[in-house]
């Protein structure tokens, strides 16, 4: 053999015949491609979850669902896998490419996660709680062809309609009918869909995309809330969808419970797709129980008498539901995945006394949902409990599908990053990278530059970072208030504030003054039955607490109620236009 012939085996060693890029690797033969299929590789996406779920087991509840005509429904997952079906067929027939999604927490926003995608579509959800001009901006931006609608919400299409008339909006009844008089057009839709399978040969899901053909290509637009500003379009893709909804099976121990997991829909599908939960819930086989509002009562019968096993929502709509008067302690545990804005280690207390067992996540929609964890470490059952439970509402570790969450100082110039001291003291601004981090912005490439500078995404939050290595949230960067030269967290006081006897929820802001600058301002409603009058708040605040003085609010405001976004964050701006005088601000 010469020297070249040893030479060239020798190389054939390092290289290969299926190269390593993506699913379908493009070889160049002359003139021709040539894809060839990596056998040790398939590209991540969570879209063939539910088809796989209804092969293993096509009879168990996927749905149970009271209907906007008071029915109880319950969908097998072969059901629902066919329902996806048939909406997938459906888009494909018609060549539709954007559907909009204007929905509550019902079965046809579930199916239709499925079926957009298995279609090769991309889905876009809208909060329903926008103003209508929003809603219209949205859906125009992100180029939506078609319009799943909730029949309580198609008014809510005025605005848009007027734009484009000529974009189909299919409504969903919410019955219990699936055809005749009570079933509506999304219905039909599902049915033309499955008579066109039929006619196409009847390949089912076999033909559909179940397994994407580029695992970076978007699934999802997520739009952000646009209280400051237009919403942006968050980028979601496939493999992002696929690992972060792996992620929260193992850290909301989805998987992890005697029985099939009983989550309830309390978290709007909406938001950030329900923080992936459509496809983490499904993964494992669970039952989705939707509902079409938060109903404090109801949510107890379904806790008592269903065995939800568990739900996701935010430390306000777990405020109210350990103060409604259904309340009681379960005779099981169920798992309360909390995130949205900082809790106080007062409510993982209370809530823990009622058999609600926080799983303290963080995260934001350009994550994904949930990016870090509060891992309950054992030794801290050994502590006293106003210090376990402090630990508890730390926002904790990076996500087991993610890398460790940084902060950063705050100081320097665009893209510089250098990280805090872990001294639990010195505050910066917490940054991700890594798997469960979005692309981007839809048509925004100067935002998308702003998220990922210096290569890291960054989230406009304030937190330290402690020697153990979680970060803690101080605040937003615009909600700090530096009175006197000294800041203090409007989340710290907050936190402090709602361990009062009498307050139900707490919201500060900071307004001017002539001395310090800026000081804060409480307004605070109160539990069912009591009285509270500001100064007793203040002089309480001042000699009963673990207050700083220098916090102590010089104005307390008691109100019937905070105002919140639909995932039940505390609207600071409108509380700011308050604090200023502006009480119409909403």
């Not at 019902?106 to 909060?127: H, R, W």
């Not at 039929?198 to 997520?222: F, M, N, P, R, Y």
């Not at 379009?233 to 009983?262: D, F, P, W």
């Not at 937003?476 to 009498?502: C, F, Q, W, Y």
Request: charged share 25%.
């Amino acid at each position: 053999m010469s020297p070249m012939e040893r030479l060239q085996k020798l190389a054939s060693h390092f290289t290969s015949a299926n190269p390593v890029p993506g699913p379908a690797n493009k070889i160049h033969a002359g003139d021709s491609h040539e894809y060839h299929h990596r056998n040790n590789f398939h590209t991540l996406s969570p879209t063939g979850l539910l088809w796989r779920a209804a092969q293993i087991e096509p009879n168990a509840t996927a749905i149970y669902h009271k209907t906007a005509n008071n029915k109880i429904l319950r969908r097998s997952y072969l059901e629902a896998a066919d329902r996806a079906r048939g909406l997938a067929y459906y888009l494909r027939k018609h060549k539709h490419a954007r559907v909009g999604l204007l929905c509550t927490n019902t079965p046809a926003f579930l199916e239709a996660l499925f079926g957009i995608a298995a279609a090769g579509a991309v889905s876009v959800a809208v909060n329903y709680r926008l103003k209508t001009d929003d809603i219209s901006y949205i859906f125009q931006h992100s180029d939506v062809d078609v319009i799943i609608a909730d029949y309580e919400f198609e008014e809510l299409l005025g605005t848009y309609r007027k734009d484009k008339p000529n974009v189909k909006v299919i409504v969903d009844n919410d019955t219990d009918a699936t055809e005749g008089e009570l079933s509506g057009p999304f219905d039909d839709v599902v049915l033309e869909g499955l008579k066109y399978d039929q006619k196409s040969g009847g390949k089912g899901w076999a033909d559909l995309e179940t397994q994407a053909k580029d695992e970076e290509s978007v699934i999802a637009l997520a739009y952000t809330s646009g209280t400051t500003a237009r919403p942006k379009g968050v980028e979601y893709t496939h493999r992002g969808c696929y690992l972060a909804a792996m992620g929260n099976v193992i850290e909301s121990g989805l998987n992890y419970h005697k029985g099939r997991a009983k989550y309830l829909w309390t978290l709007p599908m909406f938001h950030a797709t329900g923080w992936t939960f459509p496809w983490a819930v499904t993964a494992v086989r669970g039952t989705h129980y939707c509902l079409r509002k938060i109903d404090y009562p109801e949510i107890w019968r379904l806790l008592k008498e269903e065995g939800i096993t568990h739900f996701n929502a935010a430390p306000t709509v777990n405020t109210l539901l350990c103060a409604a008067k259904e309340a009681e302690k379960l005779d099981h545990p169920v798992h309360v995945t909390v995130a949205a804005s900082p809790p106080s280690a007062w409510l993982f207390e209370q809530m823990t006394n009622l058999n609600l067992h926080p799983v303290h996540v963080y995260g934001l929609t350009e994550t994904y949902g949930p990016i870090t964890k509060g891992y309950h470490m054992p030794e801290w059952e050994e502590m006293p409990v106003k210090e376990k439970y402090a630990k508890m509402a730390r926002q904790g570790h990076g996500f087991v599908m993610s890398l460790p969450a940084r902060v950063i100082k705050t100081d320097q110039d665009e893209g510089v990053l250098i990280d805090v001291e872990k001294n639990g003291q010195e505050i910066g601004e917490i940054v991700f990278e890594g798997n469960i981090c979005a692309k981007g912005y839809y048509k925004d490439a100067e935002a998308t530059r702003k998220l990922w500078a210096g290569g890291m995404s960054h989230s406009g939050d304030l937190a330290v970072w402690h020697p153990d290595g979680a970060i803690q949230i101080l605040d937003r960067a615009k909600d700090i208030i530096i009175s006197g030269g000294e800041n203090i967290s409007s989340v710290a006081l907050e936190s402090m504030l709602a361990t009062h006897p009498s307050i139900l929820e707490v919201g500060v802001v900071a307004v001017p003054d002539s001395h310090w600058g800026e000081r804060p301002k409480a307004f605070v409603t109160v539990k069912e039955n009591a009285a509270l009058q500001p100064e007793e708040a203040i002089n309480w605040a001042k000699e009963n607490s673990n207050i700083s003085r220098f916090m102590v609010p010089r104005e307390v405001e008691v109100v019937k109620e905070l105002p919140k976004t639909s995932t039940g964050k505390l609207k600071k701006n409108v509380l700011r236009e308050w604090a200023r005088g502006h009480r119409d601000a909403s």
